[in-house]
């Protein structure tokens, strides 16, 4: 029986689109987040990789201001990573 392959996703439960902005220093990610955002659906996810030290207060600050969920923020060998639902 043939199996469906399913979409790489962070949240395994709803597509999530994936933007890497490694290399990328301020504001070049966020920007580049916030283009990405405007272009998705309501409720839609996006997972963001980034290496700028700054991104994480940028994108706490801006989901704050925008009214997008910053639904998940971490830092692993110097890789931030955040998850992000667009607003209703």
């Not at 405007?38 to 290496?51: C, G, H, I, K, S």
């Not at 706490?60 to 639902?85: H, P, R």
Request: hydrophobic letters at 35%; glycine letters at 4%; proline letters at 6%.
């Amino acid at each position: 029986m043939p199996t469906k392959q399913e979409p790489t996703t962070a949240a395994h439960d709803a597509e999530v689109l994936e933007l890497d902005v490694i290399g990328l220093h301020c504001p070049m990610p966020l920007l580049k987040a916030k283009k990405a955002l405007n272009e998705m659906q309501a409720q839609q996810r996006l997972w963001v990789r980034a290496t700028d030290p700054g991104s994480v207060r940028d994108f706490e600050v801006f989901a704050k201001q925008s009214g997008n969920q910053l639904l998940e923020s971490k830092e692993q060998d110097g890789i931030y990573s955040y998850l992000l639902q667009k607003k209703s």
